[in-house]
């Protein structure tokens, strides 16, 4: 079991090691820090340094204290701001002085003043009361990283509210807020979600700011995530299947006008995780769209590897897969898989991408087999014998390929496929063996499938 100690308990070692052993103080921190893990203690959420301020007193407590005597008298916004600065570059520097920070009330500290200036900047628009909400608005996203947990129903009230306004800046502060309050946090991304801030995010697809839009994907996507191992049932199929009917098709619009970088990546990366069901992938038709990213981003393994993903998504539906197939695209991916062989998470999902194509669909593997996709394949399991994924993504692609095609075969075997798909089992068996060997079934190699339940001769009690 894990054990744990408060700050003033390690302050007090380290001070006692400097009076009491005429200790430097580095020496004090190091043999604080020894004594404590020796003792299995976890000091994830200490502060180690002895960076004091007056009155012996961590910076970041204090500069607290000044903000609540600031807030409680004369509200100098000036001052205030100041300290903001002092307690964002506090809180940037690492876990343990969020959690003090947090502990000490900055949140609610944060809160309150927000609160108080989004009516004064409702009432008057000043750039003054703008550059205040956007200081506040930095100084949460500082406080909450890898802390979340401080959100409750006023800040997300205070979300829906800033999303309302009309200011760029302050909802792209807003937007890097909510990304800290949804991560590894179900309850913040319900409660958020349950604001029906869908509808507003659909809003801010129109903007044309491509900051602004590159942090509103962000946001989509942290609602389909299912990260929080506090909450055995999460929401984010529901959450990627609702933001997928309400945004596809405003999705798919950005794509149209942005086929090329920064925006196109983040484009496709988020509508691929809102494909979460067959008929959301007949919402939007992106061949064209598909064709020229391709076409045009060759060498940017960056924007192809979200390309593959997207194409993948898309090809759940067997529909749409013939269309992008008749869209002309084998040979692009083919060349493709060529081009970017040299890098294994672009081979992976390249390889992936053909394999998703090629299901159940002879016509396409014929395609993609007759486009000299075969020493691409065999290529990449020799360049990559060592990553799991390009090897495993490449027997899928090989059974897909040939498992209604055995005439291709041969052509595999030239190539001396069974001993390289031998050695990937003896390296891999363990973690995707039988679809090794069900592309060596496929390829008509000799192979012994070992019968996973069997019986054991006795007879049926009745």
């Known amino acids: ?200 995010l659909k809003i801010l697809l129109g903007k044309n700011n491509v900051q602004l839009l590159c942090e509103v994907l962000q946001v989509i996507r942290k609602f389909t995530l299912d990260d929080d191992i506090r909450v055995e049932f999460g929401k984010a199929h529901e959450h990627a299947r609702d933001l997928g009917v309400l945004l596809l098709e405003s999705l798919a619009g950005l794509l149209k006008k942005h086929t090329t970088p920064p925006l196109v990546s983040e484009l496709m990366w988020t509508t691929s995780t809102l494909l979460v069901r067959h008929e959301l992938c007949s919402r939007a038709d992106l061949r064209a769209e598909l064709m020229s990213v391709l076409c045009d981003n060759y060498d940017n393994v960056v924007v192809i590897q979200q390309a593959c993903k997207l194409i993948t998504a898309l090809a759940g539906n067997d529909d749409v897969k013939r269309d992008i197939i008749n869209g002309g695209i084998v040979p692009v991916v083919v060349s493709l898989l060529g081009r970017h062989a040299s890098n294994a998470p672009a081979s992976a999902l390249i390889l992936k991408c053909i394999a998703a194509l090629s299901l159940r669909e002879p016509n396409h593997a014929k395609q993609f087999l007759q486009s000299g996709v075969i020493k691409a394949i065999v290529d990449c399991i020799k360049i990559h014998p060592n990553s799991s994924q390009v090897q495993k993504n490449a027997c899928w692609a090989i059974r897909n390929l040939v498992s209604r095609c055995r005439e291709y075969n041969s052509q595999f075997h030239e190539l001396d496929i069974e001993a390289l798909l031998n050695q990937t089992y003896n390296k891999f068996n363990k973690e995707f063996g039988f679809d090794v060997k069900s592309a060596l079934r496929d390829l008509e190699c000799d192979v012994k499938f070992e019968e996973q339940w069997t019986g054991r001769g006795g007879e049926i009690e009745q």
């Open 1 to 200: 079991m894990v054990r744990v100690i408060t700050q003033d308990t390690y302050d007090e070692v380290v001070k006692e090691n400097i009076e009491e052993f005429d200790m430097s103080p580095e020496e004090a921190i190091k043999e604080a820090i020894d004594q404590f893990e020796a003792q299995g203690v976890d000091l994830t959420n200490i502060i180690k340094d002895l960076a004091l301020g007056s009155g012996d007193k961590h910076l970041v407590l204090t500069t607290v204290e000044k903000l609540k005597e600031l807030c409680s008298n004369n509200k100098n916004d000036t001052l205030i701001m100041n300290e903001f600065e002092i307690l964002k570059a506090e809180c940037s520097k690492d876990i343990a002085h969020r959690v003090m920070a947090g502990k000490a009330g900055a949140y609610n500290i944060l809160i309150d003043l927000l609160d108080e200036k989004l009516k004064m900047y409702k009432n008057v628009e000043s750039e003054e009361n703008k550059q205040f909400i956007v200081k506040i608005l930095n100084c949460l996203v500082a406080l909450m990283e890898v802390q979340p947990d401080l959100l409750d129903k006023k800040g997300v009230d205070l979300i829906d509210s800033c999303l309302d306004l009309q200011n760029d800046e302050i909802i792209i502060s807003t937007l890097k807020w909510i990304n800290e309050c949804c991560t590894k946090h179900e309850i913040n991304r319900q409660n958020l979600f349950a604001t029906n801030i869908g509808k507003k």
